[in-house]
T-cell receptor, first 114, second 111 residues
Framework: DAGVTQSPTHLIKTRGQQVTLRCSPK?????VSWYQQALGQGPQFIFQ???????QRGNFPDRFSGHQFPNYSSELNVNALLLGDSALYLC?????????????FGNGTRLTVT | GQQVMQIPQYQHVQEGEDFTTYCNSS?????IQWYKQRPGGHPVFLIQ?????EVKKQKRLTFQFGEAKKNSSLHITATQTTDVGTYFC???????????FGGGTRVLVKP
């Protein structure tokens, strides 16, 4: 039973470029949430996807967008990268039908913007 | 917006001693979850509290939800080196379902 998988594990980009991060949820889960975690900080909620639609969004600019596919996997896209976008990006999956279903996190993608 | 404050930010504990980390909200919460993140790892779910005044135990860990459902605590007894990591609370506001992590308590254990 595979857990949450994220790719790539590490990524180095230049300011102004665009990046796509990928996530496959835990088997049986239908909801994917994305978090940004800066060094030494708590994860900050970016958005949540369910049934291929963005259901909730945190305080992130429109440069951050996402997508969920019919197989529940998800992508996070960031356009016009800034140095401040350097962080660990975590994907978490859960089951929407279970109220306050615990989040299962992937190992994250470490993004460095130079 | 919802504010979730977690204190202390850092905790240096002598092996064998006890410590407590607190999570405080400015608004009433519908529930609270606790996660542990080891250095270089990802957050791992520990427990969820839902009811006012609820207390749950996991071996040396005791979790409590305040009567007013605005705060929570995690108490670890007889700290071990395996307890090293950052402990986060994750809360959901009573009105609405937006999830918010606290800033975390980074725990270092001195052998």
């Amino acid at each position: 039973d595979a857990g949450v998988t994220q790719s790539p594990t590490h990524l180095i980009k230049t300011r102004g470029q665009q990046v796509t991060l990928r996530c496959s949820p835990k088997s049986g889960h239908d909801t994917v949430s994305w978090y940004q975690q800066a060094l030494g900080q708590g994860p900050q909620f970016i958005f949540q996807y369910y049934e291929e639609e963005e259901r909730q969004r945190g305080n992130f600019p429109d440069r951050f967008s996402g997508h969920q596919f019919p197989n529940y996997s998800s992508e996070l896209n960031v356009n016009a990268l800034l140095l401040g976008d350097s962080a660990l990006y975590l994907c978490a999956s859960s089951l929407l039908s279970i109220k306050s279903s615990p989040l299962h996190f992937g190992n994250g993608t470490r993004l460095t913007v130079t | 917006g919802q504010q979730v404050m977690q204190i202390p930010q850092y905790q240096h504990v002598q092996e064998g001693e006890d410590f407590t980390t607190y999570c405080n909200s400015s608004t009433t919460l519908s529930n609270i979850q606790w996660y542990k993140q080891r250095p270089g790892g990802h957050p791992v779910f520990l427990i969820q509290l839902v009811k006012s005044g609820e207390v749950k135990k996991q071996k040396r860990l005791t979790f409590q939800f305040g009567e007013a459902k605005k705060n929570s605590s995690l108490h670890i007894t007889a700290t071990q080196t395996t307890d090293v990591g950052t402990y986060f609370c994750l809360s959901s506001k009573a009105a609405g379902n937006k999830l918010t992590f606290g800033g975390g308590t980074r725990v270092l254990v001195k052998p």
